[in-house]
């Protein structure tokens, strides 16, 4: 794979100034480390994705003049003139905690202290004046608490991860002078952590029975990306990424009343939502730019089937709902070298009430985003700082998996270094 993608780049004749096969085994160990740690959440009401995206507030459709492209818009790497590359990554401190109504059995339960790194990576080489080839590595969705080990009747909500990491190789086209269009290819690898009681019908939680579900697995599906000048001071952007199906694999242990009591293996199919994104950039002024973004989200009414190879199948019940985000952001030029970033961000909720619990929260979220950009001499440093929060109560109605209060907030920290060549 690395020599077949080495002569691509050989016959557009970019290698210039670094090795790729360097940069791709250096790519591979990036990822190879962070892959344990697949996990964003649901709530990550920024949208971010790279510190330019993230400052942003995650209003880069229209934008997207960097390695996060791959996410936001892919037809946004025809506006690099020159082959570019760039590693970052967030690291996402969250924090959650859940309150259950008076009068019924349980307690208060609060998150463990985490801190979730996510990488980002990619190359995007210029193969001709209308042509712009490009391979990226990020992660799109995540979602991820971690709460007491311990066994407690009515808090045995532990543990959820769901995760995928994208591997994406994209081509952008200048169609005209006003247009860029991008097809882009995506590799998922997924990754699946669930450790909860039986909720099978979903309208009830059987304490006693408790299911530690771990597994992961690939799956691959394909983006496209728009981006048309309006005139000199308006840019729209428009991005669709189809739902990616992955296959997983992986191993359930049932306890009893907290005793272990045996372990199967189990297979099972997770899809990931589309999203379809519309973006505006307005050029304000010679400094100032303002930039809009709303993003839709289909839901999923289906829930996590597990194929056991020798028990019965579970259903653990789900059924995610569609949302929508909405993120505003400015840019401002202080000189040829810096620029200045903020945003806000909105999202609602995409777990519905009657099947939210303490480890698949949910609500709505805000986001308050700001950072700043750096380039000289072919170089160029990013970093942001955002901080999200999200409020919901679930009320004590029939059918209600776990009423409650859930709250969740926390911080998202992105840094990322570029080079031209």
Not at 75 to 98: D, H, K, T, W
Not at 100 to 121: D, L, T, Y
Not at 138 to 166: A, D, I, T
Not at 219 to 231: D, E, I, M, P, V
Request: proline letters at 5%; one cysteine or more.
């Amino acid at each position: 794979m690395i020599d077949y993608f080495g002569m691509i780049f050989e016959t557009a004749n970019i290698i210039r100034r670094i090795s790729m096969k360097r940069f791709f085994v250096l790519l591979i160990l990036f990822l190879l480390v962070a892959a344990p740690a697949l996990a964003g959440g649901v709530t990550r009401v920024e949208g971010g994705i790279g510190p330019r995206g993230l400052a942003l507030g995650g209003a880069y459709t229209a934008v997207a003049d960097d390695v996060s492209a791959f996410y936001y818009n892919i037809a946004g790497l025809s506006q690099v003139e020159e082959n570019f590359v760039q590693l970052g990554s967030e690291i996402i401190f969250p924090r959650f905690s859940y309150e259950r109504p008076a009068g019924i059995f349980g307690a208060e339960s609060e998150s463990k202290f985490v801190n979730i790194p996510m990488p980002m990576a990619g190359v995007i080489a210029r193969l001709n004046d209308k042509l712009v080839f490009g391979l990226g590595s990020y992660m799109p969705f995540g979602m991820g608490v971690s709460n007491s080990e311990s066994w407690r009747p009515g808090k045995n909500f532990r543990k959820s991860l769901l995760g995928l990491g994208n591997f994406t190789a994209a081509l952008a086209w200048q169609a005209t002078d006003k247009l860029d269009l991008g097809l882009g290819l995506d590799f998922g690898y997924a990754q699946l952590i669930y450790k909860a009681p039986l909720h099978q019908i979903g309208e009830a939680v059987f304490n006693p029975a408790f299911l530690k579900n771990e597994g992961d697995g690939f799956g691959a599906s394909f983006r496209l990306g728009a981006r048309y000048r309006l005139n000199s001071k308006l840019t729209l952007g428009l991005s669709y990424s189809a739902p990616l199906k992955a296959t997983l694999k992986g191993k359930t242990a049932v306890q009893l009343w907290g005793r272990p009591l045996f372990e199967d293996e189990f297979k099972t199919h997770v899809q990931f939502p589309a999203r379809l994104s519309a973006g505006l950039a307005w050029q304000a002024g010679q400094r100032l730019k303002l930039v809009f973004d709303a993003d839709w989200y289909p839901g999923q009414p289906s829930g996590l089937r597990l194929d056991f190879k020798h028990l019965p199948t579970i259903v653990q019940k789900l059924d995610w709902q569609t949302n929508f985000s909405c993120h505003l952001g400015a840019e401002y030029r202080l000189n040829e070298s810096w620029k200045l970033r903020g945003g806000l961000a909105y999202l609602t909720a995409a777990v519905p009430e009657i099947t939210a619990n303490p480890v698949i929260p949910d609500g709505l979220g805000y986001g308050l985003t700001f950072g700043a950009g750096w380039e000289k001499n072919g170089w160029t440093a990013d970093a942001a700082l955002c901080y999200y929060l999200a409020d919901r109560r679930v009320e004590r109605f029939t059918g209600n998996l776990m009423p409650g209060r859930y709250q969740m907030d926390g911080l998202v920290v992105s840094a990322a270094v570029g080079r031209k060549f």
